[in-house]
């Protein structure tokens, strides 16, 4: 069935530097989500990106999703300890085939620590 | 907009007995997920109501199991708790379910703060 993962697991950044964790699915996705969480808290809504391709922006954020509606990236620039949490890619499947279409699957997630 | 409201937020159990949890939707938001996080899993998903019909089913027991009301009210059951049912139980509503295949913006997901069950 699909399955979405993430790497890295666990990143640790020093405040100021650039960043970026990787998502991939084993099939075809029709659109990719971006949460965070913070520690202690929920999940919460970053992003959706639809389009082969595309890039959107959020301040120091910057989204794209694989030509093959399969991979996605989160870029984040000059990183900030307000950053700190696990980010969440999660996406539906386009095949019919496999026991996990229409189920929303979120990846195991990528923990950032930013170190001061 | 009141946000997604979960109840119980911390809940203790022991081997055997059974929980019920509840999960009120944002107002307007018909459709309801149900997901379990535990430490290096992510969020592993257990059920989506819409309608007061489940939609999907993740790949968990049938002790795990759940409906939808009519005012879209979720709850989900655990019978017969085990050691590894311990986790955070995550409520996410969103205005409408998702569509393989079919790109719906309105299926964003808003999660509630959870229900953390310890069973010992």
Redesign the interface.
């Known amino acids: 069935g699909q399955q979405v993962m993430?790497i890295p697991q666990y990143q640790h950044v020093q405040e100021g530097e650039d960043f970026t964790t990787y998502c991939n699915s084993s099939t075809t996705l029709?659109?990719i989500?971006w949460?965070k969480q913070r520690p202690g808290?929920?999940?919460?809504?970053l992003i959706?990106l639809?389009k082969s391709g595309e890039v959107k922006k959020q301040k120091r954020l910057t989204f794209q999703f694989g030509e093959a509606k399969k991979n996605s990236s989160l870029h984040i620039t000059a990183t900030q300890t307000t950053d700190v949490g696990t980010y969440?890619c999660?996406g539906?499947?386009?095949?019919?085939t496999t026991d996990s279409?229409?189920?929303?699957?979120?990846?195991?997630?990528t923990q950032v620590v930013v170190t001061p | 907009k009141a946000g997604v409201t979960q109840t119980p937020r911390y809940l203790i159990k022991t081997r055997g007995q059974q929980v019920t949890l509840s999960c009120s939707p944002i107002s307007g938001h018909r459709s309801v997920?149900w997901?379990q996080q535990t430490p290096?899993?992510?969020?592993?998903?257990l059920f989506?109501y819409f309608s007061e019909t489940q939609?999907?089913k993740?790949n968990f027991p049938g002790r795990f199991s759940g409906r939808q009301f009519s005012n879209s009210r979720s709850e989900m059951n655990v019978s017969t708790l085990e050691l590894g049912d311990s986790a955070l139980y995550?409520c996410?509503s969103s205005l409408t379910p998702?569509?393989?295949?079919?790109?719906v913006?309105t299926?964003?997901?808003?999660?509630?703060?959870?229900t953390r069950l310890t069973v010992l």
Do not use: C, I
């Not at chain 2, 290096?40 to 998903?45: K, P, R, V």
């Not at chain 2, 964003?108 to 703060?113: D, E, I, K, R």
């Open positions: 993430q029709s659109n989500q949460y808290g929920h999940p919460v809504f959706q639809v969440f999660a539906r499947g386009v095949s019919m279409w229409g189920k929303l699957q979120f990846g195991a997630g | 997920s997901y290096g899993q992510g969020l592993q998903f989506e939609r999907n993740g995550l996410a998702g569509l393989a295949g079919v790109v913006s299926d964003t997901q808003y999660f509630g703060p959870g």
